[in-house]
């Protein structure tokens, strides 16, 4: 069985259990389940599996009065919050048997609840099942509760994203002021790569160890012993967390398969994420067009084009939105890993291929053409279905995808993308000829108020998104008086930009704390720059400590112009490299003592320290996001070394540029919404 298929059968038999237990029964999910399950399968499973009704785990929903049966979904703890809302759904209802799943192990329940983590049987679900029947007035009633792995998301059969762990981030040196407040003088850490896990939050370390214990679930299932190796400081935590769990060692132990396990950490190379350099036509998809409701990783697609109802808000409330998952739909799937893996080009033209064949198959009168694709052209293939249930009906999934293209090719994000492309490309040839504050003098005539600016320049959020790539790229600076003076002009120009907008975007309300443009005063709007700032200072030195990896920009010479080094890259070349030096950056995490020996007699004699190209499973896991293009680049780089070994990309979830800022500015990535 190849690896993949393993974990297209893993995500499965996690969701057979739930499927086992809907029947008749409504069932309340949340966002992060929801968003799994709509990559494996979607709603549909549930009701083919008998379920009455799917609804939102919220306060706000209950079951009807003859609906005696409730299935509950869940991504967090059984306590706090997630209690609260599963009181208040079956109080509202006439529950009599009550079924919750949650994605959170039950040594991870005891360790929230101060218990040992090694306490033998189910005391806190048997606790939790005892309220149950308390919320539902009978205590004869029946209530279970039980752990299920539902944290992944097969987006393709070689990039799984983790959408339970969505907004996992690496820390980065602002939080390391925050944990460093509450510590002694003498014990405050030095930098990131100091802080081990019992020194973080409660919150950040139960998700860490559910991150950990959802992967030792996976490996268990596929039979597989892993070596784990880290880059970057967060990746380490988590990377050594998973070498020592502790329900490992058998499993280790009796392992037919073995693998080699990398963690990433993603604010070592930002540059990736937010650049627009990749030539991906599903990042321009996930850029273009809104994002569905609750979902990080799809879009919505609007499809009254196949009707004939007016565009108005009223339709739009009629027809449900299209996405990318299709992973009911053979055709449609094959189409999605095409687009996912080409270029942006030869995309559209795998689009029109397809839409040709569906065409063809329904016996519809197409009129071939050949040439250059354009949407105009796709859309009149489109229309061929319009008004002919069966054959939208048999093509659904492919329509789909085929109107995001449609919809992408003309939103005015496109041309704001190539733009982006071509101020990136000027900064590369920048960087080779200037330092970083006159980078950032040439950002500045960019920063313009909303009366001042036309649909061609770029809004505060698109700026953050420049800044970040600038930052990311230039790495560490010697810090400097022209440095101080550029920053506070840019500075000055975000502020007035952000203080004219008439309305905050989600974003600047998350940035600035206010609600309104009316809150938003000059103090604040300098108080949420300034700390952006200090994030983005931190980010130029997250390379600092790296001996190999220290730099993503290549200057160039007289004959070539300066380029941008991905990290991914440039990993996984140093893991393919055909004399297998010892890794410098690639830092392995030893499970226990046999490990440590290795390690230490290494250094003396000549014992072979373990390396990411030993086994013949390789499984990158970037902490904080992937995006389409770099998934395809390191396809590439593996390609191109006529390696023998199968690869995997795991992440939290796949980006956008727009991710990144509120990520970074946004984001409380010490204390996570773990459901209390």
């Known amino acids: 069985m190849s690896i993949s298929i393993g974990l297209a059968s893993f995500t499965q038999q996690a969701w057979d259990k739930v499927l086992s237990k809907v029947k008749k029964a409504v069932v309340f999910m949340d966002d992060r389940c929801a968003e799994s399950l709509h990559w494996n399968g979607g709603a549909q499973r549930l009701f083919e599996a008998g379920a009455q009704n799917v609804k939102q785990f919220s306060s706000f929903e209950a079951g009807g009065a003859k609906q005696p049966k409730a299935v509950f979904v869940v991504s967090t703890l059984l306590k706090g919050r997630t209690a609260d809302v599963v009181k208040d759904i079956i109080g509202l209802s006439s529950f009599q048997y009550c079924v919750v799943f949650t994605t959170v192990a039950h040594s991870i329940h005891l360790l929230a609840n101060n218990a040992s983590p090694e306490m033998e049987g189910r005391r806190v679900f048997e606790q939790f099942e005892e309220k149950i029947c308390e919320w539902m007035g009978d205590m004869n009633y029946t209530a279970e509760v039980m752990h299920v792995p539902l944290f992944l998301a097969p987006v393709s059969p070689h990039l799984h994203i983790a959408p339970a762990f969505g ?44 991150l950990a214990s959802g992967l030792n679930s996976m490996f268990d299932f596929l039979h597989v012993r892993e070596e784990c190796f880290a880059v970057g400081p967060t990746s380490r935590i988590i990377a050594g967390e998973l070498a020592n769990h502790p329900q490992a060692k058998n499993r280790r132990k009796t392992a037919q398969h073995k693998a080699s396990v990398v963690f990433i950490d993603r604010t070592l190379d930002l540059t990736g994420a937010v650049g627009h350099h990749g030539d991906n036509l599903v990042e321009k998809i996930l850029s273009a067009l809104p994002e569905l409701s609750g979902h990080n990783n799809d879009v919505m697609v609007d499809m009254l084009e196949l009707t004939s109802l007016q565009k108005n808000e009223d339709s739009y409330k009629m027809i449900a939105p299209g996405h990318l998952a299709q992973p009911n739909d053979p055709a449609a799937q094959a189409l999605w890993e095409s687009i996912l ?24 009168p197409i009129k071939m053409s050949l040439g250059r694709v354009t949407p105009e052209q796709l859309s009149s293939y489109i229309h061929l279905f319009k008004n002919n249930f069966k054959a939208m009906q048999n093509h659904c999934g ?12 003309r939103s005015p994000q496109l041309t704001k993308w190539d733009s982006f492309l071509a101020f990136e490309r000027l900064l590369l040839q920048a960087f080779g000829d200037s330092d970083l504050p006159e980078v950032l003098k040439q950002i500045l005539p960019m ?51 952000v203080c004219d907008e008439p309305e905050l975007s989600s974003l600047l309300q998350r940035i600035t704390g206010c609600l309104s443009s009316t809150e938003l005063t000059l103090d604040k709007a300098h108080i949420a720059v300034d700390k952006m700032f200090e994030i983005l200072r931190g980010i130029m030195k997250s390379r600092a400590h790296m001996k190999q990896f220290r730099a993503v920009y290549s200057p160039g010479d007289s004959v070539h112009q300066g380029t941008y080094r991905p990290l991914l890259k440039q990993v996984v070349e140093e893991i393919f490299h055909p004399d297998r030096p010892d890794p410098v950056d690639i830092v392995h995490m030893s499970a226990g003592l046999t490990d440590l020996l290795k390690t230490g007699f290494s250094m003396f004699m000549k014992v072979s320290r373990p390396h990411p190209s030993d086994h013949p499973l390789l499984i990158l896991f970037v902490v904080g996001g992937v995006t389409p293009s770099e998934v395809h680049l390191i396809k590439e780089v593996v390609s191109s070394h006529k390696s023998a070994l199968q690869i995997i990309v795991l992440s939290s979830r796949l980006l956008k540029p727009l991710d990144i800022p509120e990520l970074l500015f946004a984001t409380d990535r010490l204390h996570p919404d773990i459901g209390m």
Request: proline residues 4%; without cysteine.
């Open 341 to 364: 893996n080409m270029k942006h080009k030869e995309a559209v033209m795998e689009v029109r291929r397809h839409l040709v064949e569906a065409a063809s198959k329904e016996n519809l």
């Open 167 to 210: 907004s996992v981030f690496p820390l980065v040196s602002q939080d390391l002021d925050q944990i460093n407040t509450s510590r002694p003088d003498k014990k405050k850490f030095g930098s990131l790569a100091d802080v081990d896990l019992h020194s973080l939050p409660p919150e950040l370390q139960i998700q860490i160890k559910s």
């Open 447 to 497: 920063i313009k108020s909303k009366r001042e600016r036309t649909d061609d320049d770029h809004s505060p959020e698109d700026l953050l998104v420049l800044l970040v790539y600038v930052y990311s790229l230039a790495g560490e600076v010697m810090l400097s008086k022209q440095l101080e003076e550029a920053e506070l002009e840019v500075k000055k120009a975000l502020v007035k930009a």
């Open 398 to 409: 492919t329509l789909q995808l085929s109107l995001a293209t449609v919809q992408t090719l």
